[in-house]
């Protein structure tokens, strides 16, 4: 990166993602969990990094289960992503994918494969910084987020 583009890519990740960023979905006991899409973590990697500024990889994958349960199926995958940037510096996080009660073997297995490997690169990304997912762990923020939405108050977070 030039010194301006580190500027620049600095400047962005600090950033805070927005409510139209932030998705939620009911975890166990019922309580709310929220979440980046991968497709709009990968948009904002694009945006801030340049689509070939950096790239992703999947170092390792394992089978932990793949149980039958009549004529359904269930598996378990951890997958290892790396993310490294044009510069040569990179994050390496674990993702995990399941898929349950499903009726095809290959198609369990290709959703959890799939599941385990966006799960690990969106975090592999947030480790870069606010605007790639780590605000979402900011409880106080994601609070103040959630509020924001649930009055329909638009507010627009420039990445760049």
Known sequence: FTTEEQEAVQTALKQKLGPEYISQRVGMGGKKIAYIEGWKVLSIANEIFGFNGW????TSQTIDFVDQIGAKFYVGICAFVRVQLKDGSFHEDVGYGVAEGMKSKALSLEKARK???????KRALKSYGQALGNCINDISYLNYICKLRDEKVSVTVALI
């Open 55 to 58: 790239s992703h990889s999947v």
């Open 115 to 121: 599941e385990a490997v966006t799960d690990g690169l």
